[in-house]
């Protein structure tokens, strides 16, 4: 399988504790508990949109077809969509940025490591990608740690760069496909 096999059929990724899924209507209930919770963004470079704060509209419009993934994230216990996780700014099939976020009663049980290890595994192993990476905020230990757990590498500091809307001083983070352990 390639990038492209991906553009209409959105991959399903399962863990121990977790499914990655593409997203619908009927999660918007679940969306609603933490999308628009203002601690998820506080380094994150923006506030919440106006379709994270009503996150039917998220659902409106026809997206357009892309390479890109933005999954949910569905706890196996409870069938809730306690998180997403996206794969986005593809270049040449080979390089492309990860994000995700994991709804604030949900932190702190390992989710944010086992579905950033699920996703970075199935993009080495299923499609062409090389290279994955993400800034982080300085500040934002918790996402340092799960990066580090997942194996990302701190390749250095941006000082007041970009970060979404704001400016702040961030690090690169990423993973080589060749850096994966089997
Ligand atoms: C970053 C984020 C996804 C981590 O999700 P999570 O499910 O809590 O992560 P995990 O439970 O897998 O924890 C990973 C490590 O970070 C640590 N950690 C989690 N939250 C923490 C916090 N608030 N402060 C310090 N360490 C924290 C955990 O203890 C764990 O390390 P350990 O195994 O040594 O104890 C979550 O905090 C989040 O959604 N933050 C807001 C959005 C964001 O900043 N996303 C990152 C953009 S790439």
Redesign the pocket.
């Known amino acids: 399988m390639a990038l492209v096999d991906y553009i209409t059929n959105k991959p399903i990724i399962k863990t121990d504790r977790l499914t990655l899924r593409p997203m619908c209507k009927n999660d918007i209930p679940d969306l609603r508990e933490w999308m628009s919770d203002e601690s ?1 963004y506080t ?2 470079g923006k506030k919440p949109s106006k379709s994270e704060k009503n996150p039917e509209l998220l659902f409106e419009k026809t997206e357009k077809p892309t390479k890109s993934f933005h999954l949910g994230i569905e706890e196996s216990a409870s069938g809730k969509v306690v ?1 997403d996780i996206w794969v986005y700014l593809i270049e040449n099939d080979r390089m492309a940025s ?5 709804a604030h009663d ?9 579905a950033l290890s699920a996703m970075t595994r199935f993009c080495f192993e299923k499609t062409e990608l090389k290279r994955l990476w ?1 800034k ?1 905020d300085v500040r ?4 340092q ?2 990066l580090e ?1 997942c194996g990302y590498i701190r390749e250095g500091l941006i000082r007041q760069g970009k970060m979404v809307n704001t400016w702040c001083d961030y690090y690169i983070y990423a993973i080589l496909s060749s850096d994966l352990k089997d």
């Open positions: 998820l380094y994150w998180g990860v994000a995700l976020r994991i949900y932190q702190r049980k390992g989710y944010g490591t086992e993400t982080v934002n230990t918790a996402s740690k799960m757990k």
